[in-house]
């Protein structure tokens, strides 16, 4: 399965659209999340800085693995970092100093033991930052550590393999 988002989409129909084929019925007629369908959501929402959507779909307590540097000559503190803070950091960034900003997502596999599930994403990313002529692009693969809640499926820890060869200090 593979998703295109950019600034331009309207998160809310790329998340409706997603929502409509993401839930299936359940044998007791109730609707059963899939863990990769929270991990498209996600994706979604980064281009556009969807701070509710992004928050609403992590786990309080969640941990981001910074494993190597995401960009050049940054050298991450430590290895992880709290979930929440992280991407209420990030996502706004990302939305408000880039002209273009494309993120591809292809789920790679996903699995699911009871309350846990890991989902594997490749994404490749094009970048323009406000001002600049230059288009970066960027491919790496994320894994995402999903835990069943009483409110659904909620991402736990997100770790990455960017391809910038800075590693962590820890």
């Not at 997603?18 to 109730?30: H, L």
């Not at 995401?70 to 503190?77: D, K, Q, R, S, T």
């Not at 094009?126 to 894994?143: D, L, P, T």
Request: a negative charge; zero cysteines.
């Amino acid at each position: 399965m593979r998703q295109r988002f950019a600034k331009s989409l309207p998160v809310a129909l790329v998340l409706t659209f997603i929502g409509s084929i993401a839930q299936a019925e359940a044998p007791d007629g109730q609707l059963a999340d899939d863990p990769a369908a929270i991990v498209i959501a996600f994706n979604a929402a980064i281009p556009e800085g969807d701070l509710d959507t992004l928050i609403g779909l992590l786990a309080d307590g969640g941990v981001q693995f910074t494993i190597k540097s995401p960009h050049e000559g940054f050298v991450p503190e430590k290895l992880t970092t709290s979930l929440v803070p992280y991407w209420k950091m990030i996502a706004p960034v990302i939305a408000t100093s880039t002209a273009l900003y494309e993120r591809d997502v292809e789920i790679v596999e996903a699995r699911q033991m009871g309350n846990i599930a890991t989902v594997w994403a490749g994404i490749e990313t094009r970048s323009q930052m406000k001002g600049k002529e230059e288009i970066k692009s960027a491919s790496y693969n994320h894994v995402y550590l999903l835990i069943q809640t009483p409110d659904g499926w909620k991402i736990a820890s997100i770790a990455d393999n960017r391809a910038v060869d800075v590693l962590s200090n820890n």
